[in-house]
């Protein structure tokens, strides 16, 4: 894997910051992806150091060695620069964006071998944000997974979701249509968001975890990353969580991807 970018990170485990300027390093990632549009390669430096782990760890997660592993990130990371460059790549958190192309580079490699493997084809991700076409792929690809969610949840919870969020209707309208209560339609309300917000994240790492031991704490990733799997079930999981790198990166990837979820 080789590109003719102008740059070329720090080979994978040998972090150059020798001669990094302080106040890069106070910079928020979106605050030093900003500068790499510009052409500052010292910020996309910042980015790589800061990243280069959690790419290292999902790359081992499907490579058959190290050295598969360190192409794979080395080029992800090449491709990032590359969409920086010409204006687009991440909007929002660098770290999704840079696995998200690195399982895609496992997606090619895999075709090109006719070797099967479990990641998603997120190729979708490769667009210009900035252009329409991207931002079209992107939102149907986020719709997708909001439906898949969705239909998830049982009839009565899709029920007040649709007279809440859809019609935007009142507690009192809906307790009418319902034959429940108002503070009934409210509390079943809250119950049902957050229920949707579980399932999307869910959504988003069904396929990602191979392993039949994993698979039980992957499914328990999203209450955990929402604060609802008790005070037992959340000891348990930070308990996996710190021996098992793999859940580890999805912990962080599903974190990520929480933060967006208000908005």
Same mark, same amino acid.
């Not at 030093?32 to 549009?37: H, S």
């Not at 309208?173 to 319902?178: F, L, N, T």
């Not at 790492?205 to 191979?210: A, D, F, P």
């Given at each position: 894997?080789?590109s003719a970018?102008?740059?070329h990170?720090?080979p994978v485990?040998?972090p150059? +910051?020798?001669n %990094? #300027?302080p106040?890069?390093?106070?910079?928020s990632d979106q605050e030093?992806?900003?500068?790499?549009?510009s052409g500052?390669?010292?910020? &996309?430096a910042?980015l &790589?150091? +800061?990243?280069?782990?959690?790419?290292?760890?999902?790359?081992f997660?499907?490579a058959?060695?190290t050295y598969?592993?360190?192409? &794979?990130?080395?080029e992800? &990371?090449?491709?990032?620069?590359?969409?920086? /460059?010409?204006?687009g790549?991440?909007?929002?958190?660098?770290?999704s964006y840079l696995?998200?192309?690195?399982r895609?580079?496992v997606?090619?490699?895999? +075709?090109s071998?006719?070797r099967?493997?479990?990641?998603?084809?997120v190729?979708?991700?490769?667009?210009?944000?900035?252009t329409?076409?991207?931002?079209?792929?992107?939102k149907?690809y986020?719709?997708?997974?909001?439906r898949e %969610?969705?239909a998830s949840?049982?009839d009565?919870? +899709?029920?007040?979701?649709w007279?809440?969020i859809v019609?935007s209707?009142?507690?009192a309208?809906? %307790?009418?249509?319902?034959g429940i209560?108002?503070?009934?339609v409210a509390?079943l309300?809250?119950r049902?968001k957050e229920g949707?917000?579980?399932?999307?994240?869910a959504?988003?790492?069904?396929? /990602?975890?191979?392993?039949?031991?994993?698979?039980?704490y992957?499914?328990?990733? %999203?209450?955990?990353?929402r604060?609802?799997?008790?005070k037992?079930?959340?000891?348990?999981m930070m308990?996996?969580?710190r #021996?098992c790198d793999i859940?580890?990166?999805?912990?962080?990837?599903?974190?990520e991807?929480?933060q967006?979820?208000?908005?």
């Open positions: 894997m080789s970018t102008g740059y990170p720090t485990g040998q150059d +910051r020798q %990094a #300027d106040a890069i390093a106070e910079l030093l992806t900003q500068l790499v549009r500052d390669n010292e910020a &996309f910042e &790589f150091n +800061r990243h280069r782990a959690a790419a290292t760890r999902l790359a997660m499907h058959n060695d598969t592993a360190q192409d &794979f990130v080395a992800a &990371f090449v491709r990032v620069l590359q969409a920086l /460059k010409s204006g790549g991440p909007s929002s958190s660098f770290r696995l998200r192309v690195l895609n580079l997606t090619e490699a895999a +075709r071998t006719d099967q493997v479990s990641v998603p084809d190729s979708i991700y490769e667009e210009e944000y900035a329409p076409a991207g931002n079209e792929a992107l149907n986020e719709h997708g997974l909001a %969610a969705l949840l049982s009565r919870w +899709r029920t007040i979701l007279y809440t019609h209707q009142q507690p309208a809906i %307790a009418a249509e319902m209560s108002p503070n009934s509390a309300s809250y049902a949707l917000r579980q399932a999307y994240l959504v988003h790492l069904n396929g /990602k975890s191979n392993s039949v031991h994993c698979s039980y992957a499914s328990r990733l %999203a209450a955990y990353s604060g609802r799997l008790g037992c079930g959340s000891e348990e308990s996996h969580l #021996d859940c580890a990166v999805l912990y962080q990837e599903i974190s991807l929480n967006l979820l208000p908005a």
